[in-house]
C-alpha cells in the first residue's frame, strides 16, 4: 500500500458528459515497462475492482458512459481532472488497476488526431501528469454509507486525516457528498434494449445536448394532454390533488390554468382544508371514492407522487367527523354531560363500546346520548371519531376528579392546623 497523500484541497472531482472528442494518453505517463508510473505512484494502483465500482456508485451516481457488454463489468464513468485537456475513465476491471483508470486527452477541436499525443510538449505533459496524479488521489475523498465512510480503496479508518475537519468551521477538510441518485432505483425494462438507444437520443435532442433539460422538455410534452384532462375535472378531484402534490404543487397549481377569482378561490379552499379550526364540511363531503380515484389516476399519469393520497383523505374525514359529532354533542343537553362510568379501553370493537356507552347514558336517563352515539358511528371514519372524542371525555373527567380530590385534601388539611 503506497502512503496516502490527501487529496488536492482546490479541486474536486466531477463527471463529464464525455462527449470528447478524446484520445488515449497513458503513453505519456508510461516508463521503460510501459508501467503507469503516475498510476503506480498513488494508492489507487491497489484498488480492487468491487470496493472501486461500490465507491464510484456512491459519489458519482449510476455510470454514465458506455462499454463493452461481454468484457466490462458495467458501463463506465468519465471524470475531470484540474487540466481542461485531461479526463479520467473509470471503469471497474477484474484485470486490475491499470485496466480500471485511462487517462485521455482532448484539445476541444471536432477531431482528435491520435498522434498529437506524440507531439505534446514536455512541459504540457508535466502540467497533465499532475493533473492526472490529482484526479487519482481525489478518488481517497471519503464518502459517507450511514454511519462508515468508504473511498476507492475501501472503508476509512475514523482517525484516518482523510476524515479531518476544520477546527473553526467543524467541517470535514477532504470527503465527498453522495450522489443524489442514491436510495433511488432504476425501474426493470428501462434501461437497455433496442429503444434504449432511441430515448436517449431524443431526450438528447430535445434538450439541445442538455440531458437535463431533454429530461424537462419530454415531461412537459407527456403532461401537457393529463393537464388539459385535469382542468376538466371537478373542483374536488384539483383540490384533493393540489392538497397532497407536496414539492410539486407550484407546477400542478400552474398546470390547472386557473387565473384571477377563479385561482384566488381555489387557494382559499385549500387554506379551509388545511386548517383544523376551519369548518370544511362542504370540501369534505365531496372527496367521495371516485373523487379519490380520479386524483390518484391523474398524479400518477403525471408523474406526481399520490402516496399519502388515501392518508390525507381518511385525515380530513376525521377530522370534520370529530368536528360535528362534538358540536351535535353540545347541543344534546346543553354542554350538560351526564356523569357516566367510561369505558375502561375506547379501544375495544365496536359494538361493545357502543353497547357500554349506551348502558351508561341509560343508566342515567339520558336516551339522547344514546342516539348520539349511533349517529356518529354513522358518521365516515366515525369509530374512530367516536374513540377520539369519548377518550377526550374521560380524560377530562379523570383530571376533574382528581383535581376535586386535591382541592378536599388541601381544605382538611388546612382546618387540621386551625384545631387548637
Known amino acids: 500500500m503506497k502512503s496516502a497523500p490527501l487529496p488536492v484541497a482546490t479541486f474536486v472531482a466531477q463527471t463529464s458528459s464525455g462527449t470528447g472528442p478524446f484520445v488515449p494518453c497513458r503513453s505519456l505517463f508510461q516508463g521503460e515497462d510501459f508501467q503507469d508510473m503516475v498510476l503506480a505512484s498513488t494508492p489507487i494502483d491497489d484498488a480492487d475492482w468491487s470496493t472501486l465500482f461500490a465507491y464510484m456508485y456512491r459519489r458519482f451516481g449510476p455510470p454514465h458512459i458506455g462499454g463493452d457488454d461481454y468484457k466490462d463489468l458495467a458501463a463506465g464513468w468519465m471524470i475531470t481532472s484540474p487540466d481542461p485537456g485531461l479526463y479520467v475513465m473509470v471503469s471497474p476491471s477484474l484485470s486490475g488497476a491499470a485496466f480500471s483508470l485511462r487517462p485521455y486527452f482532448t484539445n476541444g477541436e471536432a477531431k482528435v488526431d491520435p498522434r498529437v499525443v506524440d507531439a505534446i510538449p514536455s512541459n504540457r505533459v508535466e502540467d497533465l501528469k499532475s493533473a492526472y496524479k490529482a484526479t487519482l488521489v481525489d478518488l481517497l475523498r471519503p464518502v459517507c454509507v450511514r454511519d462508515n465512510w468508504i473511498n476507492a480503496l475501501g472503508e476509512v479508518d475514523e482517525d484516518s486525516p482523510l476524515l479531518e475537519s476544520d477546527e473553526e468551521e467543524g467541517d470535514r477538510l477532504y470527503t465527498s457528498e453522495r450522489h443524489s441518485s442514491s436510495g433511488n432505483g432504476i425501474p426493470l425494462g428501462l434501461l437497455g434494449g433496442k429503444d434504449w438507444d432511441a430515448l436517449v437520443g431524443m431526450l438528447f435532442a430535445l434538450g439541445e445536448g442538455d440531458m437535463a433539460s431533454g429530461k424537462q422538455a419530454a415531461l412537459a410534452l407527456l403532461r401537457k394532454d393529463v393537464f388539459a384532462e385535469v382542468q376538466r375535472s371537478s373542483a374536488a378531484v384539483k383540490r384533493l390533488m393540489a392538497l397532497v402534490a407536496g414539492a410539486d404543487h407550484d407546477l400542478l397549481i400552474k398546470g390547472l390554468g386557473l387565473g384571477g377569482d377563479e385561482l384566488e378561490a381555489f387557494e382559499a379552499d385549500l387554506k379551509r382544508l388545511g386548517d383544523p379550526s376551519a369548518k370544511k364540511g362542504d370540501l369534505v363531503d365531496q372527496l367521495d371514492a371516485m373523487t379519490v380515484k380520479t386524483a390518484g389516476e391523474l398524479l400518477k399519469r403525471l408523474g406526481m407522487s399520490a402516496r399519502h393520497l388515501k392518508e390525507t383523505v381518511k385525515s380530513l374525514k376525521l377530522s370534520n367527523s370529530v368536528d360535528e359529532a362534538f358540536a351535535d354533542l353540545r347541543k344534546v343537553n346543553e354542554n350538560q354531560f351526564p356523569d357516566i362510568d367510561f369505558p375502561k379501553d375506547v379501544w375495544i370493537p365496536e359494538a361493545d363500546l357502543a353497547a357500554q356507552l349506551k348502558k351508561a347514558f341509560t343508566k342515567k336517563d339520558s336516551p339522547k346520548f344514546c342516539e ?39 381544605k382538611r388539611s388546612t382546618a387540621n392546623k386551625r384545631r387548637p
Open 372 to 410: 348520539w352515539v349511533d349517529q356518529t358511528l354513522a358518521r365516515p371514519e366515525g369509530l374512530m371519531a367516536l374513540r377520539n372524542i369519548v377518550g377526550h371525555l374521560k380524560h377530562e373527567h379523570e383530571n376533574a376528579v382528581q383535581n376535586k380530590g386535591a382541592a378536599g385534601d388541601v
